[in-house]
């Protein structure tokens, strides 16, 4: 399986977009998939991660923020960020983790540049 995150782009402080994450097989047997972030010259970092029964998770950066979701009929996670600011500027990568694989699966990444 894999994964393919799109949406990215640039976008001034204050605004929104919405990321997407199409997996190439069915999402209805992952354990969670989630949402990562790398800025320059920092680590990778947790953003959020939803569960197969719904149940999810932020980072204290984008709690309020924003919000994942995703569609199982058509197989795709969504981030929906609004009130971006300069310091959500990063690449933006998706994972899932299948029941029947037992390593997690990453997409490529889209990038997200919000200017001030």
């Known amino acids: 399986v894999q994964l393919q995150a799109s949406g990215g782009g640039l976008v001034q402080a204050g605004g929104s977009l919405r990321l997407s994450c199409v997996a190439s097989g069915s999402i209805l047997d992952t354990n969670a998939m989630g949402w990562y972030r790398q800025a320059p010259g920092k680590q990778r970092e947790l953003v959020a991660t939803?569960?197969?029964?719904?149940?999810?998770n932020y980072a204290a950066s984008v709690k309020g923020r924003f919000t994942i979701s995703r569609d199982n009929a058509k197989n795709t996670l969504y981030l929906q960020m609004t009130t971006l600011t300069p310091e959500d500027t990063a690449v933006y990568f998706c994972n899932a983790q299948w029941t029947w694989r037992p390593s997690i699966v990453w997409g490529q990444g889209t990038q997200v540049t919000v200017s001030s």
């Open positions: 939803i569960t197969r029964s719904g149940s999810t």
